[in-house]
C-alpha cells in the first residue's frame, strides 16, 4: 500500500494538474472571444499544433511521470 507521504504528493499532482487545465482552457477561450489570433503561424506548428504547444507537452510529460512513480511505488511492495 501506499502511504501517506505517496497519497498528499498524489492529491496534490492531481490539483497542480486540474489547475494548470482549467486555467489553460479559460485563458485560450478568452484569446477566442477577443479575437486576436497571430498572423502567420509556421508550417511546422500548423502541421502539428498539439504536439508543438509546450502545456500539452508538460500535461504529458507530467502524467508519464506520475504513473511511473505510481508504478514504482506499486512494484516495491
Known amino acids: 500500500m501506499m502511504d501517506t507521504f505517496s497519497w498528499m504528493l498524489l ?4 490539483g497542480v494538474l486540474v ?9 485560450g477561450k478568452r484569446q477566442k472571444t477577443q479575437g ?3 498572423t502567420s503561424v509556421g508550417e511546422k506548428v500548423a ?3 498539439y504536439v508543438r504547444n509546450p502545456v ?3 500535461y ?3 502524467v508519464v511521470l506520475l504513473i511511473g512513480y ?8
Open 11 to 14: 492529491l496534490i499532482a492531481s
Open 19 to 27: 489547475w494548470g487545465f482549467v486555467y489553460t482552457y479559460q485563458v
Open 36 to 38: 486576436e489570433y497571430d
Open 47 to 49: 502541421a502539428h499544433p
Open 56 to 58: 500539452f507537452i508538460a
Open 60 to 62: 504529458i510529460v507530467f
Open 70 to 77: 505510481i508504478a514504482y511505488v506499486a512494484l516495491q511492495t
